[in-house]
Nanobody
Framework: QVQLQESGPGLVKPSQTLSLTCTVS??????????WSWIRQPPGKELEWMGA???????YYNPSLKGRTSISRDTSKNQFTLQLSSVTPEDTAVYYC??????????????WGQGTQVTVSS
């Protein structure tokens, strides 16, 4: 059984960089044709796919985030990390990491993390 767990600060100031880590257990992030993804849900809005990293380290991003997103990984710890720069209050959301079957999806998800609330406020 694959499990994912998000970690990171719950409060970030405007203009700073949000950084979240997803720790994966029960399966390696370097194996299998999956997309290790970041997805968020702002209050009252739908899920938004932010980006993903593959087993080989290739990265893909949602262009709507205008280059503010970066995803990396630490294979020795079986973790992948999201960085979102120049945050504003509109980036306030519940952030999820997930293992997806296809790129860009918020529905074809094998496994979800429990989600972590991030609030952007001064």
């Amino acid at each position: 059984q694959v499990q994912l767990q998000e970690s990171g600060p719950g409060l970030v100031k405007p203009s700073q960089t949000l950084s979240l880590t997803c720790t994966v257990s029960g399966g390696s992030i370097t194996f299998g044709a999956y997309y290790w993804s970041w997805i968020r849900q702002p209050p009252g809005k739908e899920l938004e796919w932010m980006g993903a990293i593959t087993y080989s380290g290739s990265t893909y991003y949602n262009p709507s985030l205008k280059g503010r997103t970066s995803i990396s990984r630490d294979t020795s710890k079986n973790q992948f990390t999201l960085q979102l720069s120049s945050v504003t209050p509109e980036d306030t959301a519940v952030y999820y990491c997930a293992r997806a079957l296809t790129l860009g999806t918020t529905t074809e998800i094998h496994y979800w993390g429990q989600g972590t609330q991030v609030t952007v406020s001064s």
